[in-house]
């Protein structure tokens, strides 16, 4: 008994739980044979009580503590993983808008240069030309320089570079007159220059069969050069038999000159 009573003081003193001093005087009673008192006894066996709850507590509070932690750090890191997945749907929007605007883009464009080139086409079709009557000059023997009236009778402007009247007898070039190319205005007519060339060979040729001259073989061409945007190639040719073109010159029909 007095075995356990020294171990419970002793460990009271190296706690320095309570009185230190009163704990040391009852250990040396002890020791040296001599009995406790009752108040003494009282004062171990409620320090000695008051010390295992406090130890219980203190680990319970640790235990309950650290669990909440763990918890709430396991709560708050799960949604981590779902933050990209907004980001990725956003990202992918803007890259369709450009195609679809490029695509809108170019459509239109697509109609306008169509429109413009059949617009463009449309006026030099119908681009008429006649004779002007004013005095012609003699360039050589074998050139005269010309004029010639331009009319545009649509509602679109009207570019070409030349305009070029050949005459044909057996396939063979006999004279051309070639007009220099302007730009015309809607429902407007101008006088352009040109230069009237005789094929001396041809001519010598035919004089020199002696043949008499056949109209049925006689053939006139015209062509307007009028390159697209000035780089793409477009020609409008028409060929008449040489009476009907000669006809079409002394008596014009009607439509053939709309311009005043």
């Not at 369709?96 to 449309?122: E, H, M, N, Q």
């Not at 679109?156 to 009247?165: G, L, M, N, R, V």
């Not at 009237?196 to 053939?219: C, L, P, Q, R, S």
Request: aromatic share 8%.
């Amino acid at each position: 008994m007095s075995e356990d009573l020294v171990s419970k003081i002793e460990e009271l003193i190296k706690s320095e739980r309570g009185d230190v001093g009163r704990l040391q005087d009852i250990l040396t009673a002890i020791k040296k044979g001599e009995s406790t008192s009752f108040d003494d006894n009282q004062y171990i066996e409620s320090l000695t009580q008051s010390q295992s709850p406090s130890n219980t507590s203190s680990s319970d509070n640790i235990v309950t503590d650290s669990k909440p932690e763990n918890a709430f750090d396991n709560v708050i890191s799960e949604p981590s993983p779902e933050v990209p997945s907004p980001q990725v749907s956003h990202k992918e929007t803007p890259k369709k808008t450009p195609v679809r605007k490029y695509a809108s883009v170019g459509i239109v464009v697509a109609i306008i240069l169509v429109a413009y080139i059949g617009l463009d086409v449309y006026a030099v079709n119908n681009l008429q030309f006649r004779p002007h009557h004013g005095q012609q000059v003699v360039i050589s023997d074998t050139q005269l320089a010309i004029k010639s009236d331009a009319c545009n009778p649509a509602y679109f402007p009207a570019t070409f570079t030349k305009y070029e009247i050949t005459a044909f007898y057996n396939s063979d070039e006999i004279e051309k007159a070639t007009i220099s190319g302007s730009t015309l205005s809607p429902k407007s007519a101008a006088t352009l220059d040109g230069i009237f060339a005789i094929n001396k060979d041809a001519v010598a040729k035919i004089a020199k069969e002696n043949a008499t001259f056949d109209g049925t073989k006689a053939t006139i061409t015209t062509s307007v050069d009028a390159p697209i945007f000035g780089i793409i190639p477009y020609q409008v040719d028409k060929q008449y038999p040489a009476q009907e073109f000669q006809n079409r010159i002394k008596n014009p029909p009607p439509g053939t000159f709309d311009c005043m």
